[in-house]
Nanobody
């Protein structure tokens, strides 16, 4: 059984910062790509940032220069540092990981953490 557990969401004022964490646990052989997505009310779930096992990163245009994705392979954890937050960043943030287990490679999702940006 593999679990992804997110933490670090909350309420912050515009211009503020938050750091999200997502830790994978269970019978994990290896983790390749890890990513953060977000879904605002009434909208589809969109990719925010991704990071490969080698550290290569990709960002949505809307967060470039403000958000930074990183990972700790020893801890099976991915982070999202969010700076200069805007009201339009308000959403539920989900982490996703491509994880190799005994039965092969599978796509796992966390339960989501709420980020609210408001004065």
């Amino acid at each position: 059984q593999v679990q992804l557990v997110e933490s670090g969401g909350g309420l912050v004022q515009p211009g503020g910062s938050l750091r999200l964490s997502c830790a994978a646990s269970g019978s994990i052989f290896s983790i390749s790509a890890m990513a953060w997505y977000r879904q605002a009310p009434g909208k589809q779930r969109d990719l925010v940032a991704s990071i490969s096992s080698g550290g290569g990163t990709n960002y949505a245009d809307s967060v470039k220069g403000r958000f930074t994705i990183s990972r700790d392979n020893a801890q099976n954890t991915v982070y999202l540092q969010m700076n200069s937050l805007k009201p339009e960043d308000t959403a539920v943030y989900y982490c996703r990981a491509d994880i190799t287990v005994a039965r092969g490679v599978h796509n796992y999702w966390g339960q989501g953490t709420q980020v609210s940006v408001s004065p």
